[in-house]
Structures are given as structure tokens and as C-alpha cells.
């Protein structure tokens, strides 16, 4: 049962540009919804999460939306950069974490 | 102030053997999680540790088991390696349940 699915195995973007990485969830009962950065050989490092009463938080150049009637968040990075490029998990949180699959983000400069 | 500490980093075992992995989590948090990711699979979740006690767990078969200690260092083991064991091993701490910090990781080869 994957409660958190990414669709998008990977995504490439010119550098400058916005990354749109996307997120769907079945388990509404998650409270809060987090995403995190994980380079190659280092455990996942924390962006950014987001309360399931809000519907957009904000962090530099990093946005995560929610929507929770579509069960989907996204997040926005502007402007992408080439450090930006690595593999980006979102998770729902309930009485555990439950992370999706990945998506590899690839930014070309 | 340190951050996640597994060891050890790389192991190579072979089939049907048993092996323990370590984690030491950042001071003063005392819960303690243990991932499991395999390419594709995103990472899995195997069990959470509260103060001594195993309060959650995934969906893993018997042979992987855990435990923490009274200093929340955690260990992980798992009996009788299959080579579908092979995977890279996440231990991640959190003080509030809302943050979770994550250690380098073990990678686990079976052979």
C-alpha cells in the first residue's frame, strides 16, 4: 500500500529556472508532509515540511505547496541551481514517517 | 553539536549470516528510526524507538529486529542474510517527531 507516491522518477531543468517536484498521498491522516535532499552515499537531509492546516510554507528558495482536497503537494524551487541536483523524497507523517520512491532532480547549467 | 552517527559504514556479509548495525542519535533525542532504501523503493520503514521501547514497526519480515539502550543509542540486526538484504540502512533521530535527522547510512552488501 504506498500511502505517498512520486510519480516522477526524474526531472531535468535548466539552471535558473523553477523545478516543480511532485507528491501525491492516499492517508489522510498524515499532519504534517516534509521533503528532504539526499546526495549519494549520505543519509536524506531536511528542507522543508509543511502542517497539514497550511497550504503554503516558504523557505528561501524553496516552496512547498499542499492541496489537500487533490492530496498533492509540490515543491517549487527558484532559482534551481546546480547544487540543487540530487534525489528529493517527500514523506507523510502519521504515527510514522512514509516516504515516496524519489525523484532525481537534475539541473544543467 | 553532532549529528547521526551509524556504524559501521560498509559491510559485506554472506548469505545466512546475521549482522548488527549501530546508530547513535543526536543529544538529548530520544527517538530513533531505522530505514531501509533499495533503488526505486524509496525508503522503507522498519521500526521506531521511544525511551527503550519499539513504538512503531513496518512491514518486515522476523528476522529484522532492534533495539535501543537506556542512552538511546539504537542497534539494528538482522538474521539470516538474503541477498535481497542488500540495501542501504538509514538510522534518523528526532526530538520533536516532526524533524528527523539522518545519519551517512550502512551499506550492506550480501554476497
Known amino acids: 500500500d504506498q500511502q505517498v507516491k512520486q510519480n516522477s522518477p526524474s526531472l531535468s531543468v535548466q539552471e535558473g529556472r523553477i523545478s516543480i517536484l511532485n507528491c501525491d498521498y492516499t492517508?489522510?491522516?498524515?499532519?504534517?508532509f516534509l521533503w528532504y535532499k539526499k546526495y549519494p552515499a549520505e543519509g536524506p537531509t531536511f528542507l522543508i515540511s509543511?502542517?497539514?492546516?497550511?497550504d503554503k510554507n516558504e523557505d528561501g528558495r524553496f516552496t512547498v505547496f499542499l492541496n489537500k482536497s487533490a492530496k498533492h503537494l509540490s515543491l517549487h524551487i527558484v532559482p534551481s541551481q546546480p547544487g540543487d541536483s540530487a534525489v528529493y523524497f517527500c514523506?507523510?507523517?502519521?504515527?510514522?514517517?512514509?516516504f515516496g520512491a524519489g525523484t532525481i532532480l537534475r539541473v544543467k547549467s | 553539536k553532532a549529528g547521526v552517527t551509524q556504524t559501521p559504514r560498509y559491510l559485506i556479509k554472506t548469505r545466512g549470516q546475521q549482522v548488527t548495525l549501530s546508530c547513535s542519535p543526536i543529544?538529548?533525542?530520544?527517538?530513533v528510526s531505522w530505514y531501509q532504501q533499495t533503488p526505486g523503493q524509496g525508503l522503507q520503514f522498519l521500526f521506531e524507538?521511544?525511551?527503550?521501547?519499539?513504538?512503531n514497526k513496518g512491514n518486515f519480515p522476523g528476522r529484522f529486529s532492534g533495539r535501543q539502550f537506556s542512552n538511546s543509542r539504537s542497534e539494528m540486526n538482522v538474521s539470516t542474510l538474503e541477498l535481497g538484504d542488500s540495501a542501504l540502512y538509514l538510522c534518523?533521530?528526532?526530538?520533536?517527531?516532526?524533524?528527523?535527522?539522518f545519519g551517512s547510512g550502512t551499506r550492506l552488501t550480501v554476497v
Open positions: 534518523a533521530s528526532s526530538l520533536d517527531g516532526v524533524g528527523y535527522t
Open positions: 492517508n489522510s491522516m498524515f499532519d504534517y
Open positions: 509543511i502542517s497539514s492546516i497550511k
Open positions: 514523506a507523510g507523517r502519521g504515527n510514522k514517517l512514509v
Open positions: 543529544s538529548g533525542h530520544r527517538s
Open positions: 524507538y521511544f525511551s527503550e521501547t519499539q513504538r
